[in-house]
């Protein structure tokens, strides 16, 4: 038995893909986590976490399980696991967006490796987290990482804003205030925006990094062979600008290549400390490693003992750049994570300085495998910082390489007195007795002004022990070595630093290590660290002079120039001292030694030729440069000098800020020691005063901002002047008393300094109160009582000299209140800020006003509850003054924003009073100002969430004393402010001010604006149901349902995860609102008509959200509705209704549109009606019409439903059907405005897709609609491809332009003529418009024309069934009967069906499919083509009508269709082949509003063999017939077509011929009367078969080539042995002489030629000259046999030739047929193409073959003989048929006599002259509507004009092609 799990085993995760076809298992992916519920031996039951839909039982081994916490939310549990929140995160992120990318794969998104880097990245990540490796600060900065990648990629694709707090943990909006939640969207916002702009990576530290940075460095491994010991400088560089930036980390390596101490092996660590903001924007960093050998002078003399050791030599660079690391753009630099940097060795001849260059330059270096091997991190914070939050890194033993400079912050106690000396270059001369440059190697020590040698002040670096001296590199043989070496020299503060000098010695040094131990120094060179003004070395590059020793060898006997000096200032330790140490002191004293006499001191002598470069800077808190800056730090050496003292403390403003911040303490300790010195004069209060003021308001400027905490850390840990509170108050309350006579520069100072005064003053009191037992203090407070109304009164000046000093009032007023609070009472300082804010004047310093009420807000005063009650009063009522002003409305809405954030709490108790004054003084005008601002404004988005937070912090109780209040005392003022609010709800709602992805701040509104609609709902049912408000109550329907069906609350559109989050911590809010709404209805009571029928299309609206409960609880008002409407009782007649007709309407209207727009589901549709059917059934009255209203309503959703699936596909044959079906039902129904709407959406598909005939069938409803008279058109009938039409009359018209338009582009013609003749009858009869008239007539002859002349291909009409359930509703089981569209054929219609279907599979068989078929879930189509039957209309009958007359009516206008197949399979013996034929009916006749119909009814019947081969004798003469009229209208026609029919019949061997049927022509065969009539019938048609192929063998050796000559003599010889068997086998006799026709058409006596005469005249007024147009020359029509009836896939075994069903009778050819013979025989028409060819010609038999009886005539003796009319000639003549033998012969005169025997050649035929298509004009267009006559023109030609003629002969018509003809 199924048994609850406990919470251990309440969650887990699938570790094995399950899946099973079995009912109710759970389908589980790798890594899908799972809730289980119950648990049953080896099965769990329970569901997805992602889909809690999806539930089934799973296998309990295949699940890992894990602990997880049960939360409760009411009657839903969820649980989660218990794994980090970070972990949690990541896991939900991953699955989220591994489905996109899956998708993305699939769509081959350009993003889909961007979105898998990340994933990649965070799953990484979350190893790291889980291994729980880490300490708390990196997965602190890890969790930064996630959270910015995580954002990241969210907002990438288009997910939601996840909101955090600084830590990174998301934030819950149950705990934060409306304002705070804005503003971390705000800013999570402007994060990811910056991330996107810089492409690659994130950039936390930019954002919220200190500016203060560390990199951490760990030296691994270096792998390089050297053979010696070396040393490995490590130091960071900056390449753009060629110098090192931090001091050099030493590691000693042993030449055994591992460390020298081999403990420390993978354990050199570095800090490069101090890094700031300028070191982030350098352009390119570089980590530089100085690899120096440690041992001989050349390495290849490494086992020479002889050779001098401990020689420091260049060998290698290697560098990485850094840059990426250090801004920020590269996070992948861990501690853990080895990167290799190759090694580049030094040159023979190459400085290290040009080799660090070249490397960090080269793109690629050949290392060849040697390298070193480091990890890198990038650490925030200072030093001490670090330390404590990296202790596994940076312990007591890692190294710290300081920046050469000063950080961005010096922190009291951080002292540094270090001088970075670099040792740049040199240039020495080689010496008389030299034969090679020196290997020289500079020695510097550091020596006082006895010459004594300072012991460990040198340091090569971090990470090496200090040094008394150092020693350089040295470069073998080169006389201008450049060095570039940086060392530290840091001298204690404690030394005497007067006299301290650098000095350089310069020694040669030998290969061998005996002559190395006797070379001494061959000079030296110094340099004083103390310049005579007492300030220290300047920070610049130092040539200095290089003096040789005496001892020296190189120093050859010269004379010496004594210098004269005070014997007093020389020293006789020292004697170079008194030399000149630089090139810059040496020209100062201008000494011009000559060149016999140089300058020299002791054993000193100045080189004139040698030269030494150095430089230095100075990085030091206690040593300066600067002169006044010395002379106050050393205070008490000017004490008696008042004139320096005052000079200094002047000059003092003038110093540069970077140097006063330097020394900051110890300044501040020298100004307040001189100011409380009581031996000076109180002159100089004031100067020390402003110098403080100075070096405070220095502090407070942005540039140096970074100091405050230097200056904090003093005011509280150094500052110890118990007495300087009374001076500093009395100076600055002065200054402020006499504000308007004090400087005001130095006034704006003070003010702006007030923060860090007040500071100074509170601090000094409290030493005072310490050392003397708080004695003082109520004088105290009364002298700071009486400074703060000072400051207050100074507020009153109006004067716009103080303006700046009391700007800076407001601005720093306010950061003195943490520092007054530790000396003073909060209240009564509470009272004081009041009173100097109220000081402003009015329209006065304004914003900085309300900017001092913002500071006053985030003022510790605020917190305190007894603070607040004095100070918000003051607040509102000066940020509502403002904002009714429209003043400042921004600064207003951030200090109300701020007012609210502080106030918010979970606890609303709390700060019940404070909400209370807040929405009495501010609430209103908050919402008028939501109102009036521009939404997509950033204020209007503040103001939002001022209100949000303000209706979030309300109680009912606070409701309620609102709407109580003396304002509202009238109810026509609290409806306006209902209206107001809900106005505003409504725009809320509506147009979110929030942009979409801010779903937790969108659903925190949602659930504000809901809390409050609660309330108001019984505000207005209360107060506004007696003295009813119908606008209002109409607002509140109108925003509650908007509110309810806005996009953001549609839970079925969010993912599983999301939706279950937001229904966890909101419910589903459509719901609750739901349930208002229907209460609110049933409230209106009598009222409710009012709302009828308006509100329905929003309850509509609102019952269409997919909620089952909401649907359940709303849908019933649709049935309040139809009682009300029912049972009103109508004025006029006093009596009920009796019908819901507006409802009915109404609810139709916005069922239509809502549900196309995508609403609404099956479900939907059978809820309402089953909840209105048992309504309707319970209520007597309304029982009959309300089940007749549902089942309407059930059919219309059925429509509606299929309409809209079908829509969102592309195959437009489907819509169109659906359009139909609500076509017709809203026809039935009698709604025309809907039948019209959708009338135009079929019209518009159809244009879409060209199906001209269709879309003018369509109009042609609209058109059923209208009348010809000028009524107004209803609303309903109106059209908007019309807005013009405003009568029955117009709009009729427009449609007719319209439909006979688009007939003429279907080729329907007649159908257009039809409407040309209503046009006629209105112009000509009703409005008498000659005008439009003659345009029309003009239309109407050219379709006539078009009739006859253009080619109009037949169109294929095919049979489709639709089997299976895998169809539309609207299309399983049931057969269509479609309309092909131009030339499209069997094989390209099924091509057609199976891309509109491709999961449809065809049938191969015409049998009815089973019920299997019919039944199945899939897709069957059955396809094949049938054949039109024709129905001629009456007024044909017995008359003769043109071919192409009638040829139109076989393919159109027809509705009924034929097909047939073989009944048993008889092999090949077609004498016994039965054929079952199918009559369908189809529902309407085509062409219609469809290129298909339905076949509504089926009729079949069995065709025997006998009328199979009269059918198939037919269709051949039909062939035959076809061919020959084709070649006797075209002469240029190719016989390759004819040649193969022909030998198809003639030769019995290719399909076996007459020979097929030979036992039909057998005396016994037939035994019925029928039987026998057929038989005849058969012979006959045997008969017109021979008689038709002598015919076409005479046309084709006419025509033949010589080259086919054989070929036909072949098939002649084949028709004669034809008949010879026909003759005797079948006993047909068959002529000896065979006649031909001359067929003769009957039509009016007057020929065409004449016509166009009389219409051209130019005499004739009315002529129609300008119409005229020349017709193009006949065109080729080409007939092609029909398809297969079943479309079948080409097969090797199949059969070649198609079984074709026939009709069952044909007429004699060669006899005059009328049409109701005709139409006697249409019903067995032939299936197969070609014309009638002989159904309109009298019979004329010939005996002889027609020939000439005299000699042509010229061509002038024709034209004068020519008869003026066609009147004049025989009867006979008058009546020439169009495909008569004649009209084949074109240089033969009109009566010419024609003989055609068996053996008579035809005649030649003449040359064809140019202009002889131009004679036989039959039909005069108009000009604007000029047509290429596409038709075969078969009149008798003009004979050619004659070649001699007096005068000029007429020009010839413009000849006009068929494209020019269109274009025109």
Not at 340 to 345: E, G, H, L, V
């Amino acid at each position: 038995m199924w048994q609850k799990t406990d919470r251990s085993q309440k969650y887990g995760v699938a570790v094995y893909n399950f899946s099973s076809r079995l009912p109710h298992r759970l389908t589980l992916n790798i890594g899908d986590t799972v809730q289980i519920a119950e648990e049953l031996d080896g099965w769990f039951y329970g569901c997805k976490t992602k889909n809690k839909n999806e539930c089934g039982i799973f296998p309990k081994s295949y699940i890992h399980v894990r602990e997880a916490v049960v939360a409760k939310f009411g009657s839903l549990e969820r649980v989660t696991s218990t794994e980090s929140p970070i972990a949690q995160e990541i896991s939900t992120v991953l699955r989220e967006w591994h489905t996109i990318w899956k998708q993305f794969y699939l769509d081959q998104n350009e993003e889909l490796e961007n979105i898998q880097v990340m994933m990649l990245e965070l799953m990484d990540w979350r190893k790291k987290i889980m291994s729980r490796k880490l300490t708390n600060e990196e997965v602190k900065d890890l969790q930064q990482r996630v959270s910015s990648r995580i954002d990241f990629g969210n907002a990438m694709l288009g997910l939601d804003l996840v909101v955090r707090d600084e830590q990174g943990n998301i934030l819950n909006p149950d705990n934060t205030s409306v304002v705070e939640l804005y503003k971390q969207h705000e800013t999570a916002s402007d994060r990811i925006r910056l991330e996107q702009n810089t492409v690659t990576g994130v950039r936390d530290t930019s954002i919220t990094g200190p500016q203060t940075f560390n990199l951490f460095v760990q030296l691994r491994n270096f792998v390089c062979r050297i053979g010696e010991d070396a040393d490995i400088l490590m130091s960071l560089y900056d390449a753009k600008f060629s110098k090192f930036i931090s001091e050099n980390y030493i590691v000693n390596w042993g030449k055994d290549g591992v460390p020298k101490d081999i403990e420390m092996l993978n354990n050199f660590r570095v800090v490069f400390t101090d890094l700031g903001s300028r070191d982030r924007t350098r352009e390119r960093v570089y980590l530089v490693f100085q690899i120096i050998r440690i041992g001989v002078m050349d390495p290849k003399d490494v086992e020479d003992k002889k050779q001098t050791r401990r020689l420091r030599r260049p060998f290698g660079v290697a560098a990485i750049d850094i840059t990426e690391y250090l801004n920020g753009l590269k996070n992948d630099a861990e501690e853990d994570k080895q990167i290799f940097i190759p090694f580049q060795s030094c040159g023979e001849k190459e400085f290290m300085d040009s080799l660090i260059k070249k490397v960090v330059v080269a793109k690629e270096i050949n290392h060849k495998g040697q390298g070193l091997w480091v990890s890198l991190k990038v650490l925030q914070g200072d030093v001490k910082q670090v330390k404590e939050d990296y202790p596994h890194l940076v312990g007591p033993n890692t190294c710290v390489s300081r920046k050469l400079g000063f950080p961005d912050v010096i922190m009291p106690g951080d002292v540094r007195n270090d001088i970075y000396v670099t040792i740049k270059g040199g240039e020495f001369t080689r010496g008389p007795a030299k034969t090679a440059d020196k290997n020289v190697e500079v020695t510097m020590v550091v020596c006082n002004n006895k010459g004594e040698v300072l012991k460990d002040v040198i340091s090569y670096g971090c990470g090496g022990d200090m040094m008394s001296e150092y020693k350089s590199l040295i470069y073998y043989h080169e006389d201008k070595p450049k060095w570039q070496e940086t060392v530290k020299v840091a001298i204690s503060t404690e030394e005497e630093f007067k006299g301290l000098h650098l000095k350089f010695t310069f020694k040669h040094r030998s290969t061998s290590e005996t002559k190395d131990r006797s070379e001494r120094p061959f000079a030296m060179a110094f340099i004083k660290l103390m310049n005579k003004n007492s300030t220290t070395l300047s920070d610049t590059d130092h040539n200095l002079l290089v003096y040789k020793d005496h001892n020296s060898p190189d120093l050859k006997s010269s004379k010496k120039m004594k210098i004269t000096e005070k014997k007093e200032d020389r020293d006789k330790f020292s004697p170079y001292l008194d030399l000149p140490s630089t090139r810059e002191i040496f020209n100062e004293q201008n000494i011009q030694p000559t060149g016999k006499v140089t300058l020299f001191s002791g054993p000193f002598t100045l080189s004139a030729k040698d030269s030494f470069v150095i430089s230095s800077f100075v990085c030091s808190t206690k040593l300066t440069h600067n002169v006044v800056l010395l002379g106050l730090l050393q205070w008490q050496d000017i004490m008696t000098d008042t004139t320096k003292l005052r000079d200094h403390l002047e000059k003092l403003m003038k110093v540069d800020g970077e140097e006063i911040v330097k020394f900051l303490q110890d300044l501040l300790d020298s100004l307040f020691s001189i100011l409380m010195q009581n031996t000076i004069s109180d002159v100089y209060d004031n100067l020390v005063f402003d110098a403080l003021v100075h070096i405070i308001s220095l502090i407070s400027d942005r540039k140096y901002h970074q100091f405050r905490p230097v200056l904090d850390a003093y005011v509280e840990s150094s500052f110890s002047f118990a007495m300087a509170y009374q001076k500093l108050m009395i100076i600055l309350r002065d200054y402020v008393d006499k504000a308007m006579e004090t400087n005001q520069k130095i006034l704006k100072s003070a003010m702006k300094s007030l923060e860090y005064l007040f500071k100074f003053i509170v601090q000094s009191r409290n030493h005072f109160a310490r050392l003397n037992d708080g004695r003082g203090k109520q004088s105290f407070e009364l002298q700071l009582k009486q400074l703060i109304k000072s400051i207050s009164n100074m507020m009153l000046y109006t004067s716009d000299n103080t303006l700046v000093a009391q700007g800076s009032a407001l601005k720093y007023m306010c950061a003195t209140i943490p520092d007054i609070l530790k000396v003073f009472d909060a209240v009564e300082l509470s009272h004081l800020m009041v009173e100097f804010i109220n000081n402003v004047p009015k329209e006065r310093l304004t914003k900085q006003k309300l900017k001092c009420i913002d500071d006053l807000v985030h003022s510790k005063l605020f917190v305190l509850p007894e603070c607040r009650l004095i100070l918000l009063p003051m607040m509102l009522q000066h940020t509502r003054v403002l904002m009714e002003q429209k003043e400042e409305i921004e600064d207003c809405i951030e200090v109300l924003s701020n007012i609210l954030n502080l106030t918010f709490s979970r606890d609303m108790d709390k700060y019940e009073e404070d909400i209370s004054l807040i929405t009495k003084m501010s609430l209103r005008t908050v919402i008028q100002a939501c109102i009036n601002l521009d939404k997509t404004s950033k204020e209007a988005i503040k103001c939002v969430c001022v209100l949000l937070s303000m209706l979030r912090q309300m109680k009912e109780l606070h409701f309620s004393q609102y709407m109580d209040m003396e304002e509202f005392a009238f109810l026509i003022d609290l409806r306006d402010f209902l209206m107001e609010i809900l106005m505003l709800f409504l725009d809320l709602v509506s147009n979110n001010v929030f942009p979409p992805d801010w779903m937790e701040m969108i659903m925190l509104e949602n659930s504000i604006i809901l809390r409050a609609l609660q309330i108001f709902a019984k505000v207005i049912h209360d107060r506004f149901t007696q003295e009813f408000e119908r606008e209002l109550w109409g607002f509140f329907f109108k925003c509650s349902i908007s509110f309810l069906t806005q996009k953001s609350l549609q839970l079925e559109h969010f993912t599983s995860s999301k939706r279950s989050k937001i229904v966890c911590r909101y419910r589903d809010m459509r719901r609750e609102a739901g349930f208002e709404i229907r209460q609110m209805w049933f409230h209106l009571g009598v009222n409710k008509i009012q709302f009828i029928p308006d509100m329905v299309g929003a309850v509509l609206e609102m019952t269409l959200i997919p909620e089952i409960e909401l649907r359940k609880a709303t849908i019933p008002i649709f049935f309040d509705m139809m009682v009300c409407e029912f049972m009103q009782i109508e004025p006029s007649t006093r009596k009920i209704k009796g019908n819901f007709n507006q409802v009915e309407h109404e609810l139709i209207m916005c069922l239509d549109a809502l549900v196309e727009g995508g609403q609404g589901d099956g479900e939907y549709k059978d809820l309402i009606c089953d909840i209105l059917y048992k309504l309707c059934s319970n209520h007597s009255t309304l029982k009959e019409q309300g089940l007749r209203f549902v089942n309407t309503i059930k059919e219309l959703l059925q429509h509606l439903l299929e309409y809209r699936k079908i829509i969102q596909s592309e195959v437009k044959e489907l819509r169109m059907s659906c359009i139909v079906n609500l076509l017709n039902f809203y026809h039935d129904i009698g709604r025309q405005e809907m039948y019209i709407r959708y009338l135009y959406k079929l019209c518009d598909l159809h244009m879409k897709c060209d199906n001209y005939t269709e879309a003018a069938n369509t109009l042609k409803l609209h058109v059923g609609l209208l009348k010809w008279t000028d009524d107004g058109l209803d609303p309903m009938l109106q059209s908007g491809w019309y807005p013009a039409a405003r009568t029955h009359r117009e709009l009729k018209e427009y449609l007719y332009y319209d439909i006979i338009s688009y007939f003429d582009k279907g080729k329907m013609w007649e159908k257009g003529i039809e409407l040309t003749k209503e046009l006629v009858h209105l112009y000509e009869e009703e409005l008498y418009d000659y005008e439009r008239l003659s345009v029309i007539l003009k239309r109407q002859a050219e379709l006539f024309a078009c009739i006859i002349r253009e080619l109009r291909p037949d169109p294929e009409y095919f049979r489709v069934g639709y089997y299976g359930r895998g169809f539309p509703s609207f299309l399983q089981n049931k057969v269509f009967i479609y309309r092909g569209k131009e030339y499209e054929r069997l094989t390209d219609f099924n091509s057609r069906m199976q891309t509109l279907f491709p999961n449809a599979e065809l049938l191969k068989s015409l049998s009815p499919p089973s019920s299997e078929v019919k039944e199945s879930d899939k897709q069957y189509l059955q396809i094949n083509a049938v054949t039109p039957v024709l129905e001629l209309q009456d007024r044909f009958l017995n008359k003769c009508v043109n071919e192409k007359i009638l040829k139109y009516y076989s393919v159109n206008e027809v509705q009924k269709f034929t097909f047939s197949r073989r009944i048993d399979e008889s092999g090949a013996d077609i004498s016994q082949m039965w054929l079952e034929r199918t009559y369908l009916t189809t529902l309407y006749s085509f062409p219609g509003i469809l290129c298909w119909f339905p076949v509504n009814h089926t009729d079949m019947r069995k065709v025997s063999p006998l009328e199979n081969a009269i059918e198939t004798l037919e269709t051949t003469n039909k062939r035959i017939n076809s061919l020959i009229e084709q070649h006797i209208a075209d002469d240029h026609l190719s016989t390759n077509n004819l040649g193969m029919l022909l030998n198809g019949v003639v030769d019995a061997s290719v399909n076996g011929g007459i020979s097929n049927y030979k036992v039909f022509y057998s005396e016994g065969y037939g035994e019925s009367e029928i039987q026998l009539h057929l038989v005849h019938k058969l012979k006959d048609i045997t008969k017109n078969q021979v008689m038709l192929l002598k015919e076409a063998l005479l046309i084709h050796r006419r025509k033949v080539s010589e080259e086919l000559r054989p070929f036909h003599d072949h098939m002649e010889q084949r028709f004669k042995e034809m008949v010879k068997l026909i003759h005797k086998e079948y006993r047909l006799n068959v002529p000896d002489s065979f006649a031909t026709l001359k067929r003769i058409k009957s039509q009016s006596c007057v020929p065409i030629s004449r016509v166009s005469e009389v219409l051209n005249n130019p005499n004739n007024p009315q002529n129609l000259s300008d119409s005229s147009a020349a017709p193009s020359p006949g065109l080729k029509t080409s007939h092609s046999t029909r398809a297969p009836s079943v479309y079948i896939k080409p097969d090797k075994s199949a059969p070649t030739t198609p079984i074709r069903p026939n009709t069952i009778s044909r007429m004699n050819p060669f006899k005059r047929t009328s049409v109701a013979s005709l139409a006697n025989t249409s019903d067995h028409s032939s299936e197969g193409g070609g014309s009638n060819r002989n159904s309109l010609e009298a019979p004329i038999e010939l005996s002889e073959q027609l020939t000439p009886r005299r000699p042509l005539r010229s061509d002038e003796q024709r034209r004068l003989s020519r008869p003026n009319s066609f009147q004049l000639m025989p009867p006979i003549m008058n009546s020439t048929s169009n495909s008569s033998l004649v009209s084949n012969t074109s240089s033969t005169a009109e009566n010419s006599d024609f003989e055609l025997g068996d053996e008579m050649p035809t005649p030649p035929l003449p040359e064809k002259t140019a202009y002889s298509d131009y004679s036989n004009v039959e039909i005069t267009p108009s000009p604007s509507h000029h047509r290429a006559n596409s038709g075969n023109r078969k009149s008798k030609p003009v004979p050619p004009l004659p070649t001699e003629l007096n005068g000029t002969p007429p020009p010839v018509p413009k000849k006009y092609t068929s494209k020019q003809a269109s274009l025109t």
